[in-house]
């Protein structure tokens, strides 16, 4: 085989590798679900003027074709001569570059309706994700609606979902019949979607609260109720300890009663009853939670003013029982009947014993009388 056979059969092979590549690719081009989509659907705007142009460009796609495959023929009937003469290589040449030009130009084609179509199939794509999601989510939302018994002149979520379920279907409609409308500078425009996707979340998760409130709303009232059951309880034992202190503690002035919170609360929980039994649930919702701070907070301080309320009675129990633990020291050491001794100590226990007693006079009282052991202590150790 002479080289310029040589050449041209490795190009008529690079030609044939060539062509079986282009006719692939024609092929599926023609399967595209971009393709199909926007043969199988009625547009308008943008999308509509892009499929026009997209159908011409398929029949010069493939008129291209059929050119190329016809070049390429015609360098095969040249390969075939038994003997090809310089003017076959001329002939060749040209036809290969021929072939060239026309591979390039159907490149170029290919690429800009690939664009479209690709374009397409990726819009639809992703916008039928969010519009999946939020249709998903509305219908969930309008059961609850429609279980929860809200509606839309006195509720702002069922309100509001009739404007969503618009946006939605307006959404949705522009995805079928113009999605290259959401594609902006090579990306599909997700922006308006997900806004609509995140308040349909947000409308779900708002009636999916109410739904937990009504299922859960009975044992929390109950549980309200006991709380302040406790807490009246907490307050009626601190007026108790206060009369006690007042009574049976020198002050320098009566100890003031202090506010109840267990009525009013008592007042805001029947009030809280009453819309759960006529299903206000939108009400509770926004009643119940601080109802139940405000429960927690009185029940934490009346515990607190309890407390407070029967300290100096505690004060006075510790300093009796600090007076009657060295009155036995002092027997230990054989000072009972210590004169000096015994005086302090019955007057320790005068204070402490009267009523109203001296907190103030009797704690000197006593460290008076502790002191006193202690140096009797002190001095029999010396000895």
């Not at 926007?38 to 159908?55: I, M, N, P």
């Not at 170029?108 to 819009?123: C, F, K, P, Q």
């Not at 004169?339 to 226990?349: C, I, P």
């Amino acid at each position: 085989m002479t080289p310029f056979a040589e050449a041209l059969e490795e190009a008529a092979e690079r030609l044939a590798r060539k062509q079986q590549e282009v006719v692939d690719k024609l092929i599926n081009l023609e399967d595209h679900l971009g393709r199909r989509l926007l043969d199988s659907t009625t547009l308008e705007g943008e999308s509509r003027e892009c499929r026009a142009t997209v159908l011409d460009e398929f029949a010069t796609l493939w008129a291209q074709y059929e050119r190329y495959r016809s070049v390429a023929a015609q360098v095969r009937t040249v390969m075939a001569r038994p003997r090809p003469t310089k003017a076959d290589q001329c002939v060749a040449e040209e036809l290969m570059s021929e072939a060239d030009e026309l591979a390039a130009a159907i490149e170029r084609i290919y690429d800009g309706i690939h664009e479209v179509v690709t374009a397409t199939d990726e819009v639809w794509t992703v916008t039928a994700q969010r519009i999946g999601a939020c249709d998903t989510l509305l219908r969930q939302a309008q059961t609850l609606v429609e279980n929860l018994g809200l509606t839309v002149s006195h509720d702002p979520t069922a309100k509001g979902m009739a404007e969503l379920t618009g946006r939605l279907n307006e959404m949705r409609r522009i995805s079928l019949t113009d999605p290259l409308w959401f594609w902006v500078d090579g990306a599909v425009a997700v922006q308006e979607a997900d806004q609509l996707l995140a308040q349909c979340e947000q409308a779900h998760a708002d009636l999916q609260a109410l739904a937990e409130l009504r299922q859960h709303a009975s044992c929390r009232l109950d549980q309200l109720g006991g709380m302040i059951t406790e807490l009246r309880g907490l307050e009626e034992e601190t007026s108790v300890q206060r009369r006690l202190v007042n009574a049976k503690i020198l002050t320098a002035a009566a100890t003031d009663e202090g506010a109840h919170s267990a009525d009013p609360l008592g007042l805001r929980l029947a009030t809280a009853l009453q819309l759960h039994r006529c299903e206000h649930w939108r009400q509770l919702a926004s009643e119940l939670p601080d109802l139940e701070r405000d429960v927690i907070a009185a029940r934490k301080r009346a515990k607190v003013e309890l407390i407070e309320a029967g300290w100096p009675l505690q004060q006075r129990a510790e300093l009796r029982g600090r007076l009657s633990a060295y009155r036995a020291k002092a027997a230990g050491l054989g000072r009972i009947e210590d004169l000096a001794l015994e005086q302090r100590y019955q007057r320790a226990r005068t204070l402490l014993w009267r009523a109203p007693c001296d907190l103030v006079a009797a704690a000197a009282a006593v460290a008076e009388y502790l002191d006193a052991v202690n140096a009797t202590a002190t001095n029999e150790d010396s000895a």
